[in-house]
């Protein structure tokens, strides 16, 4: 027989199981009572979102509780914004894009000419997630020797033209960034006239062969549009053409058209656009190169970033001569209302900022989108706006990259990247003198199942992590 004090204990600890099995268990973060919107299944209803590690564990009907609990009532909770475009990868750029929404911030039409070190560079943790292309614009600067120190060519690595085996090289260096995980590969065929659309092509067939998708800021207008779909077409790659709203300017309509036409044969063609009617570049691009032909009112229209000066034919050669980033002014409001109206628009910044200056959309395209263009003005639904700033973006990447299944989705087992912000007072405050204003409206922001905006504010936490395709060792050369 066994001692009765052997006989309690057990009793008691059978008790203790029981109480553990009906107590509900405790998340590492809760997002209580929020309207939770998933754009992929359509849910749209006040839940409950229970967050253990880096990852959603349920969406809930019922209360649940959790070491932390936020009170989202009156709020909404969307997926954490995908920005596919977005050029200022360094802590101070993601300090204002996370107060604006976004929690994965990519740079894919530059890129870099070095993927492996790039990543390197965003080891240790950063404010948000993050990722890059491999860039034909970085590539052909390298093998022709370009005299920039930008992320444009501001010379030869622009206008010049390559020889046969400079254009090997250049595929030699986009292979070499696909191996080592690029997401995506990068073109800006308007800031290298000197590459005609053959090359163009001969490098899109290195992405298609390595299934990415081409981001391309193209030239040329309509004209160029089509020619580029069709060297993609041909080439067998998906095209991405980045800020539709720029690119196509008062030709939106036939962009969209042309767009839509390929995306109906077959063609895996999609676009983005960035809610405001000014662009930024940089002022030695080859985008300036025939300034000296300009009628004098067109000198008005761009604004130096450095200290919000509007430039005339007198200081825009000297400006150019300097180099610095200018902002170009031009594109009516009804245009940029256009652009963010066609559901084929995924949302993207193109923002950049250091010191303090840069283009507004930076800081505020996502809180834009939502206050203006879906509350104020009913251009577009809530849900689909969310759609082009989540679960679209994510779809552009993941058949290259495997992880970005789990994100731009609010569903058990999906990444804890979530935006939380007030649908009655989100709003953008930056502006072209003033770029570096937050968003407003925007209260929590989780990255990996942590709070990087918390009341506001910018916590201390750096949970941001690469995203990156799988690593392969590079192909052997065929000889
Ligand atoms: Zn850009």
Not at 58 to 67: C, D, F, H, K, W
Not at 81 to 94: K, M, R, T, V, W
Not at 227 to 250: C, K, P, Q, Y
Not at 441 to 458: F, K, M, N, T
């Amino acid at each position: 027989m066994r001692h009765p004090n052997a006989l309690i204990a057990a009793a008691a600890a059978l008790m203790l199981a029981g109480c553990a099995r009906q107590t509900a268990p405790t998340y590492d973060l809760v997002i209580a009572n929020g309207r939770v919107i998933d754009p992929e299944s359509g849910l749209d209803a006040v839940r409950s979102v229970g967050i253990r590690g880096g990852t959603i564990e349920v969406v809930s009907a019922t209360p649940l509780a959790g070491a932390r609990v936020i009170d989202a009532a009156r709020h909404v909770v969307a997926p954490g914004f995908i920005d596919l475009h977005e050029h200022g990868q360094q802590e101070e750029s993601y300090r204002m894009m996370v107060r604006d929404g976004v929690t994965s911030a990519f740079e894919l039409e530059v890129g870099t000419g070095d993927v492996a070190g790039w990543y390197k560079a965003h080891e240790g943790g950063q404010i948000v997630n993050y990722g890059v292309s491999i860039g034909h614009i970085p590539a052909r600067m390298k093998v022709l020797g370009d005299p920039g120190h930008g992320l444009l060519p501001a010379g030869i690595g622009g206008s010049g033209s390559a020889t046969d085996a400079q254009m090997a090289a250049m595929e030699a260096i986009l292979r070499e960034g696909l191996a080592q995980g690029a997401v995506a590969m990068g073109f800006g065929s308007a800031y290298t006239p000197g590459a005609p659309m053959s090359e163009i092509e001969r490098m899109f067939r290195v992405a298609g062969a390595g299934g990415v998708s081409a981001h391309i800021h193209m030239r040329g207008g309509l004209a160029g549009l089509r020619e580029t779909i069709a060297a993609a077409r041909s080439a067998g790659t998906s095209l991405h053409i980045v800020h539709v709203n720029s690119s196509a300017g008062t030709e939106l309509e036939a962009f969209l058209t042309a767009i839509t036409a390929a995306r109906d044969a077959g063609q895996d063609v999609t676009t983005e656009a960035y809610p405001y009617g000014a662009g930024m570049t940089e002022i030695q691009s080859a985008l300036f190169d025939d300034w000296a032909t300009w009628p004098d009112e067109r000198f008005g229209l761009h604004q130096l970033v450095s200290t919000g000066e509007r430039l005339t034919r007198a200081t825009f050669g000297k400006a150019r001569a300097a180099g610095g980033t200018v902002i170009i002014h031009g594109r009516s409001e009804d245009q940029t209302r256009a652009a963010i109206a066609s559901p084929l628009s995924m949302i993207a910044s193109d923002g950049f900022i250091e010191h303090g200056r840069g283009h507004p959309r930076t800081s505020g395209t996502f809180a834009k989108v939502l206050g203006k263009y879906v509350r104020d003005e009913s251009v577009i639904t809530l849900i689909d706006a969310l759609r082009r700033m989540t679960l679209e973006p994510a779809r552009r990447l993941e058949r290259r990259v495997p992880a970005m299944r789990a994100k731009g989705r609010i569903r058990g087992g999906a990444d804890a990247d979530l935006t939380i912000f007030d649908p009655a007072t989100v709003i953008d405050r930056a502006t072209y003198e003033d770029a570096g204003i937050p968003s407003a409206g925007i209260p929590y922001v989780v990255v990996g199942g942590q709070l990087v905006v918390d009341g506001g504010q910018v916590t201390a936490a750096r949970p941001g992590r690469a995203v990156r395709a799988p690593i392969r060792p590079a192909a052997a050369p065929v000889s």
